[in-house]
């Protein structure tokens, strides 16, 4: 069975800080998808990454980077200087990587930056 | 960019009611989901649809809940008689085949509806 564990529930931090958010992942699959969304109060789910599990790569979009150890099972999210309009809550996700590609979603983490 | 739209944005409805959440999910697209989301928790996978049939189900994807794609676009879940605890934000998401992996897209998500159960 898969499982995403996102331990912290609720995060708040100054304008401009930096701030993690922490994403570990079980699966029995060899080949899997991990994701992140972003979900605004207005409630739709905006798509950040997808990484695949055979690429380990780390990955900077602009403020944002992500940190996939697969030895740790872990796929942590991190934004730079953080704004009030990264203010949402954040879901890491994971699927086969085959067939029907069921997502199973972790619990989320509510960001709050304050400004 | 091709979107994955939802019908109505927000639905109310009396309980025992039944009530169908619309869905166009994109166009090549072969797999369709619905996921739920009761408000402050997680997203919750309810079923899969591929070949006009159910290809997964969640438990919490019962008898009274069933879904439809009635013509070559449209998506459909049907809640029949809905209880309180129907309420909740109600995602659509459609995926590309799985033969083309791999492959930069993601499963789709639309904006959701927000079924609220008076």
């Known amino acids: 069975a898969q499982k995403v564990t996102q331990a912290q529930t609720e995060i708040s931090v100054v304008e401009k800080e930096d701030v993690t958010l922490d994403c570990v992942y079980e699966?029995?699959?060899?080949?899997?998808?991990l994701f992140w969304y972003k979900q605004p109060p207005s409630g739709e789910l905006v798509f950040l990454i997808r990484?695949?599990?055979?690429?380990?790569q780390n990955e900077i979009s602009g403020r944002y980077s992500w940190n996939f150890q697969k030895s740790t099972s872990s796929f942590n999210f991190t934004i730079t200087a953080s704004q009030v309009v990264d203010s949402a809550v954040y879901f890491c996700?994971?699927?086969?990587?085959?067939?029907?590609?069921?997502?199973?979603f972790g619990i989320g983490t509510k960001l709050q930056v304050i400004p | 960019e091709p979107e994955v739209t939802q019908t109505p944005s927000h639905q109310v409805t009396q309980m025992g009611q039944e009530v169908i959440l619309r869905c166009v999910p994109i166009?090549?697209?072969?797999?369709f989901y619905w996921y739920r989301q009761i408000l402050g928790q997680k997203v919750e996978f309810l079923v899969s649809f591929y070949n006009n049939e159910i290809s997964e189900k969640s438990e919490i994807f019962d008898d009274q809940f069933s879904v439809e794609r009635p013509d070559g676009s449209n998506f459909t879940l049907k809640i029949r008689s809905t209880k309180l605890e129907d309420s909740a934000m109600y995602f659509c998401a459609s995926s590309d085949s799985w033969d083309r992996v791999p492959s930069n897209q993601p499963q789709h998500f639309g904006d959701g509806t927000r079924l609220s159960i008076l």
């Open positions: 990484r695949n599990s055979f690429d380990e």
């Open positions: 996700a994971l699927s086969e990587a085959g067939g029907y590609q069921k997502v199973t």
């Open positions: 699966t029995r699959d060899t080949t899997y998808y």
């Open positions: 166009s090549n697209h072969l797999y």
